[in-house]
């Protein structure tokens, strides 16, 4: 068992940093990066039944390539962009200077530790108490990238943020084609073309188990490829 | 005299965009008048296209030959683009995709902008087409190996081969005219306009005397009938705009109108018959939000390469 069976109070600390509290040039690298993103996956972008906006949010999205949160995060507008961190996964983030950099500096990634996690310091706690009451995330229920394309099942962690927060706004989000764009296993980009969806918002219903919500959020996903 | 003729031309597509454009948003204003509102509404979509293709083809006339190679060559990416991300290709053909769209394209449309007729000829149909099969096989995957790699070459030839001939035109020597000059950008845009209008009457045709379908499975709506109405009234504004394209008499202008034509129509029906296989209408629509840039170059695609062979025999010095 991974994370705590039952809620654990969260302590809502001010984020570690500002949103604005980077520095020029990570800005202008976030930028620089969003724009190539965007231009290479020739990503269009739609809202289904949801409209950008500067609540609190969690993005939850199918994983199937290395662009896929840098892309959810560029086609962001700018505002909301700001407040929202990807969730990542720390082996491999924090490998190497440039890796790190990018991951904590340009993104403001939230490194997650998946191979090492304590029993106290859940990344469910990790992830709540770093987001404050202003700051949203985008995180990948599937754990790890898809090698198929298919949607994986989703990990419970999702359910765990949704019980502890549930005030928050849980969106769906589904990323078509990228994983031919950037395959894994791959590092050079072919420049075909993308499309992100963002679904309507849903949230834990009362008393709904475990399975049921995890089913209904990877239903929310599939909803959207049509 | 140049100048004028160039003058002339985009003064008169201009006037006729102009008119068009009044009749269009008429139309879209008073839907009483008994004609089918999503026709009016295609019209109208059609109209704002030509728009922009005479806003950049103007932008690219003023800043030259190179910049107009490098439009071209941009318009072939994203043609490629949509045709790739249409068809299904394995993770096998990764590596040989990404030398297609940054090694092959872009040195392609570099020899184009260079003039070397000796070596773009060859260059996609030949060294292109060796790549593709030799890359796909060193990948490893050889799980219907020839359909997968027929696949990328034939995007290759018909977005990017094909669709280079139209710059190439504008490098094209003319007797008794400058290299590069009015002349060269006059021809490129007789080929537009006659690709556009065939296109059109071919729609106009096919719906008002359409009977037969060349193809019923492939497309309703291309005809004989259309095929023929088409290729004759193109065939006869050439004739009427000889004068805009400088090596033709009336007579050969007529014939490259009729030829044009054809190409085009065969164009559209092999862009079809690729759709229908894939189960979409438009390119457009596969993914939501883009205009679709190879519904609008298919007709040019297999256009272009017949309308610079015609002039080459024609203007050959």
Known sequence: MLYHAEPMPVDVAPPRRAATGRSA??????????????????????????????????????????????????????PVRELTRPVAAKDYWSRGVLRRWLAEEVF??????????????????????????????????????????????????LY??????????????????????????????????????????????HGEAKANFLARARKAVQALKE | MNDIRTIALIAGVLLLLTVATAVGQFLARHPDRGLDPAAVNAFNLRLRGWWI??????????????????????????????????????????????????????????????????????????????FVLARVAMAG????????TAKI????????????????????????????????????????LLVQFADCMQYVWSRMAGRRPVAPEVS??????????????????????????????PWQAALVGFVVAVMGFAGGMTMSAIKRDRGVKDYGTLVVGHGG??????????????FYHLTVLVAGQ
């Open chain 2, 141 to 148: 995957d050889y799980k219907r190996f020839l359909e997968r």
């Open chain 1, 160 to 205: 765990y943020l949704a019980k502890k927060r549930p005030d928050i706004e849980l969106l769906p989000v589904h990323i078509d084609n990228l994983n031919r764009i950037l395959p894994r296993g791959e590092f050079l980009p072919v420049p075909l073309l993308s499309c992100i969806s963002f679904g309507p918002p849903m949230w834990l219903e």
């Open chain 1, 25 to 78: 040039v990570c800005r202008a690298a976030g930028l620089t990066l969003a724009a190539l993103a965007r231009l290479l996956s020739g990503a269009s972008v739609r809202w289904i039944a949801s409209q950008p906006d500067t609540c609190q949010r969690v993005y939850f999205a199918n994983h199937t390539s290395h662009l896929d949160a840098l892309l959810i995060w560029s086609s962001l507008p700018q």
């Open chain 2, 220 to 249: 309703s709506t291309r005809t004989w009938e259309g095929l023929l109405g088409s290729a004759t009234s193109t065939a006869l504004l050439a004739a009427v705009l000889w004068w805009a394209a400088p090596p033709f008499e």
């Open chain 2, 53 to 130: 293709i005479c806003t950049v083809l103007a932008a690219a006339f003023w800043l030259g030959t190179t910049t107009t190679v490098v439009l071209c060559g941009l318009v072939s990416f994203w043609a490629l683009r949509e045709f790739i991300t249409l068809t299904p290709t394995r993770k096998g053909d990764h590596r040989a995709l990404f030398w297609v769209f940054f090694l092959f394209t872009p040195l392609h449309y570099v020899l184009v902008a260079y003039d070397r007729y000796d070596l773009f000829s060859v260059f996609l149909p030949l060294y292109g087409t060796l």
């Open chain 1, 108 to 157: 403001d990634a939230l490194l997650i530790d998946r191979t090492d996690i304590k029993v106290h310091q859940s990344p469910v706690d990790l992830m709540l108490r770093e987001i404050g009451s202003t700051r949203s995330l985008i995180v990948f229920p599937e754990g790890s990238r898809s090698v198929t394309g298919d949607l994986g099942e989703f990990k419970s962690g």
């Open chain 2, 153 to 192: 070459q034939a995007g290759l030839v018909v977005c990017v081969y094909c669709l280079s001939f139209a710059a190439a035109l504008l490098h094209v020597k003319i007797r008794g005219q400058e290299p590069g000059s009015g002349a060269n950008f006059r021809l490129l845009f007789f080929l537009i």
């Open chain 2, 293 to 306: 840039v190879l519904d609008r170059v298919d007709s040019m695609c297999f256009a272009a390469p017949v």
